[in-house]
């Protein structure tokens, strides 16, 4: 089993070497999944690389080699025969069917492991957070439906939640229409409760635009099918007055829609551009929002004993569920490829993260790492199991067909199938490197 992790330096020298630990010891902790496996089933493991390229330390031991190598791209673990049509003692291939199944599956249970090994530690130092209702809109649908803030949600429109994040991912990922009933079960005194209404709706009226900042009036970017898009505005473009009240800065733009807020009536918008001055006549436009009523916790809360173990399990559980759901909308369409994050997007989340927790001492700093560990081997788990050839999911197909089969798919026809799915993933790999630089840059 391989795998290929690109790094490019996204910031300090500080935060590409936490992301190259991150990422070293999640790589190393998947290929000594498979390594274990392989000397349990006693195949011979011809190298355990960490790293790609030029060795820089090797040592044989045991009639392996064991290396560490100058690129921190990934690493490996080199099985005797594991590419190639060889069934002779000690290779890949000379081990029963369900031992090699266990070989190949061991990567991704390990990542899973050790996703559970670093949430308990995080769990353990700060807790965890329950979806506890904190507020209810008072006259909103759902204080008249029975909810009260104190009540712990357990399922929101079928889906189970666990964690306070579980409610925010899957709302995130499922917008909420005005037509849509809100389902939820809460627990409240030791008893579960259903709770069902329609959402509030908020009304607003917009212009469509983008501020380059709070305190400026300099157009960003605007909203495709918007009033100020449809009279022609452009981004870099500076809105100096609305119906003739001057609004020279942020703060006199969200005072003047205090005082004059934005109807369906006409307003006179003046702006500049080269230094030269126009106007436009435009009509906002209404934007309905639909809402819950009620905001909950997304804090952590502290937690002892055997909830701690319970807890970091349910971390790992919404990792899990949270990748699969992106895949989910990734496949539907709703999500795009603008949307993924390769090695470089997560060497520059991990560097952002690093900074945003340096205001919040140490504690923080720790515990905001280990999580990106935590995503990042649960990540690693789930997606080297999906059966995508070259992968250790594209693998196990082949084993499982072998096992119900009982006799293997034609060697020859699975290295093809696997070379051809590795061909199809570095371009892939291209492909989010090539987005996530233009995102940082």
Request: proline residues 4%; glycine residues 10%.
């Amino acid at each position: 089993s391989r795998i290929l992790i690109s790094g490019s330096k996204a910031g300090g020298k500080l935060r590409f070497v936490i992301a190259v630990i991150i990422f070293s010891v999640v790589i190393l902790i998947h290929e000594l999944g498979h390594f274990l496996l392989a000397k349990k089933n006693h195949i011979e493991v011809l190298e355990f690389s960490l790293g790609m390229g030029p060795r820089i330390l090797s040592t044989v031991k045991g009639g392996t080699r064991y290396s560490l190598k100058l690129l921190p791209l990934g690493g490996s673990c080199a099985m005797a025969g594991e590419d190639a049509e060889d069934d002779g003692p000690g290779t890949f291939n000379s081990a029963s069917v369900w031992g090699r199944i266990a070989v190949v599956a061991a990567g991704p249970v390990f990542n899973f492991l050790l996703a559970f090994v670093l949430s308990v530690i995080i769990v353990g130092c700060i807790g965890y957070d329950p979806a506890t209702v904190l507020e209810v809109t008072e006259g909103s649908s759902a204080e008249k439906a029975g909810l009260e803030a104190g009540d712990v949600i357990t399922q929101y429109q079928g889906y189970h939640i666990d964690l306070g994040k579980d409610l925010y991912v899957y709302t995130y990922l499922n917008e909420l229409q005005e037509e849509d009933t809100i389902h939820l079960k809460v627990k409240r005194d030791g008893e579960i409760k259903e709770i069902s209404y329609k959402p509030d709706v908020n009304v607003r009226y917009l212009l469509g635009f983008n501020r380059s900042d709070a305190n400026s009036m300099t157009v960003e970017s605007l909203i495709k099918g918007m009033p100020l898009e449809e009279a022609g505005l452009e981004a870099g473009d500076v809105i100096t007055r609305i119906n003739g009240v001057e609004v020279p800065d942020g703060a006199a733009y969200e005072k003047y829609l205090e005082k004059h807020p934005l109807s369906d009536q006409p307003v006179t918008i003046t702006y500049e551009r080269n230094g030269l001055e126009y106007e436009a006549e435009i009509t906002p436009r209404e934007y309905r929002t639909p809402v819950t009523g009620f905001g909950y916790n997304t804090y952590s809360e502290k937690t002892s004993g055997f909830n701690v173990l319970k807890y970091g399990a349910v971390e790992v559980k919404y990792m899990i569920r949270t990748t699969i759901l992106s895949l989910k909308e990734l496949v539907s369409g709703h999500l795009g490829m603008k949307d993924l994050s390769g090695p470089v997007g997560v060497v520059d989340a991990i560097g952002d993260t690093y900074e945003q927790s340096r205001n919040e001492g140490t504690l923080m700093i720790w515990m905001n790492m280990l999580n990106m560990a935590v995503l990042l081997s649960a990540n690693l788990g789930v997606m080297n199991l999906l059966p995508i050839p070259a992968l250790d999911g594209g693998r196990l197909v082949f084993l499982l067909a072998e096992a119900i089969r009982r006799k293997p798919v034609n060697r020859q026809i699975e290295g093809m199938v696997h070379f051809a799915g590795l061909m199809l993933l570095m371009a892939l790999m291209v492909v989010v490197m090539y987005n996530d630089i233009l995102k940082i840059f």
